[in-house]
């Protein structure tokens, strides 16, 4: 079973914003933390950040203040706001719990163009 979802990528120019979503099958109300992960072509993936079940959130340097988290329980999704984009940014963006539990989901790609 299809355990997560992730959508809202695309091709968007340097300085540009997209909104990328994460659906759950489960219910994300008692999930300690949930985090957006990326990958990029040849690295590993990484977290970047994370929203804990307090409504608190964390963010790797790299996107510290450009990047926004944040969840609707109700929906059973997580939302990551990205503003600002560098080419540096592309990557499949993933969702997870933090640490990572669940079966990974296939992504969302981003490609910020320069």
């Known amino acids: 079973q299809v355990q997560l979802v992730e959508s809202g990528g695309g091709l968007v120019q340097a300085g540009g914003s997209l909104r990328l979503s994460c659906a759950a099958s489960?219910?994300?109300?008692?999930?300690?933390?949930m985090g957006w992960y990326r990958q990029a072509p040849g690295k590993q993936r990484e977290l970047i950040a994370e929203?804990?079940?307090?409504?608190?959130?964390n963010y790797a340097h790299a996107v510290k203040d450009r990047f926004i988290i944040y969840r609707d329980i109700t929906k059973n999704t997580v939302y990551l706001q990205m503003n600002s984009l560098k080419p540096e940014y592309t990557a499949v963006y993933y969702c997870?719990?933090?640490?990572?539990?669940?079966?990974w989901g296939l992504g969302t790609q981003v490609t910020v163009s320069s």
């Open positions: 929203v804990t079940s307090g409504g608190s959130s």
């Open positions: 489960f219910s994300i109300f008692s999930i300690n933390s």
């Open positions: 997870n719990e933090v640490p990572r539990r669940r079966p």
